[in-house]
């Protein structure tokens, strides 16, 4: 148990760093997170995640819905980093990579990793541990 709480507090502590030492906008502005959230999942997973807000880009036509302008910088507990844009989502926050082979979404308190097409074992179930920050998730 205890072990567990030192690689949340640990998580946490990267992904401030990581956000802060290498997160900028495509202005050459270091964008300010959000929230910084820290979700427990199924078989001891983690993920801690910062959340970034950007500018929405408005819809090409009347028949489409604006596209979110966010980001997120994730550290997942096996080692991966990765940061991903927000990209339209029917329910919740959808977020991916620039071939959409690794989706991460949050809804609420909650998340979960598609790879590939499927829904992650690892990182499936995931609840909020910690969060920080004044922004929604």
Not at 33 to 46: Q, R, Y
Request: glycine share 10%; charged share 10%; proline share 7%.
């Amino acid at each position: 148990m205890r072990s567990g709480i030192i690689a949340v507090v640990l998580l946490i502590v990267i992904i401030i760093l990581a956000a802060f030492f290498g997160h900028s906008s495509p202005t050459g502005t270091t964008p300010q997170p959000i929230n910084t959230v820290t979700f427990s999942c199924d078989a001891g997973a983690a993920i801690a995640a910062t959340f970034y807000e950007g500018p929405t880009t408005p819809a090409s036509t009347p028949d489409q819905p604006p596209t979110p302008g966010g980001s997120v910088a994730l550290i997942l507990s096996d080692g991966r980093t990765m940061t991903l844009k927000q990209t339209i989502s029917a329910d919740g926050a959808r977020y991916v990579s620039a071939d959409e082979s690794f989706v991460f979404w949050n809804k609420g308190n909650g998340a979960i990793v598609q790879e590939n097409g499927q829904d992650s074992g690892t990182y499936a179930n995931c609840i909020v541990a910690t969060s920080t920050g004044q922004g929604s998730l």
